[in-house]
Every structure is written in C-alpha cells, then in structure tokens.
C-alpha cells in the first residue's frame, strides 16, 4: 500500500507485524487491541507522538505501558492508555491523527509526547523546504545547478 508523502501514516506499522516481541495491532500501532467503543467506567487516554512514543524498545519497557500499568494501581476507576504513536511524525502529524482516528475513539484525555529536539525545528525546517522546492523547480536554477 502506498501512502501519501505528507501523510502521517507514512512510517506507520504494518498491521500485524512484529516489533521485537510484541505484535502490532491492527491498527498498526504498538499497543494491545482495542475497540472503538470505550468501555462503561473507564477514562481512555491517547499516547500521540513520534518515535519516543512509539517506543523504539520492548513493548513492556515503552513509557507509554508503564504508566498505563502504574495509573491501574493508584485508580479506583479502569484506565486505558492507547498508544498512538508512529516514528518519525511531527506536530502537524500529531494534529492529523487526533483529528482523523483519535476523537472517534472519545478519548477523555490526550496525552502528547512532544519532542523538543526537532518538533520545533522539523515544522520550521519543512516550511523552508516547499520554498526551496519551488525555487529548484525553475529552469533557471536548473541551470546553474547544471
């Protein structure tokens, strides 16, 4: 399958793949199954974010499943932490993603892991580059590139 450049989907997991030992799911996130409907009585909570939140590690050592596990001892309520995360997306991805796959699933709260060491830079670092593509489109930059 093939996925729009711009897209956030465009590092996104294969569904079913594995990672390690963990299974993605088939949404193609690093998390256990889910559905759609939130369960009676249970606070939902999106984990969005990049690769730190993806977890570049086993999926029992992720941030994102310890805190999950931590918040299920102190509550008197079920707490469902879904991870959301995909390597390599930004702010504008973060966005894309709540708006298309995370507000159907009535989260009661939000979660972003936001990544200072490029999450900044990246968005200002695109916006020069459409500039420079459509600079390096011309014949005549062409040419003295040539």
């Known amino acids: 399958m093939f996925y729009d450049p711009s897209s956030y989907n465009r590092w996104r997991g294969k569904p079913l793949s594995t990672d390690y030992d963990f299974q ?24 969005i974010g990049d690769s730190f939140a993806y977890g570049g590690i086993p ?10 596990s931590k918040l299920n001892q102190d509550s008197q309520q079920p707490i469902e932490l879904i991870n959301m995360g995909i390597i390599a997306i930004g702010p504008k991805d ?17 979660l ?11 968005n200002y670092k695109s916006q020069q580059d459409r500039r420079l593509l459509k600079v390096q489109d011309s014949y005549v930059f062409s040419f003295f590139i040539f």
């Open 59 to 68: 999926y029992k050592h992720n941030f994102l499943t310890l805190l999950e």
């Open 94 to 110: 973060y966005l894309s993603l709540l708006v298309n796959e995370g507000l159907e699933l009535n989260p009661d709260m939000v």
């Open 24 to 47: 993605l799911n088939s949404r193609g996130f690093k998390d256990v199954e889910f559905n759609k409907q939130k369960a009676e009585g249970t606070y939902r909570i999106l984990g």
């Open 112 to 122: 972003l892991s936001f990544y200072v060491g490029n999450d900044f830079s990246d």
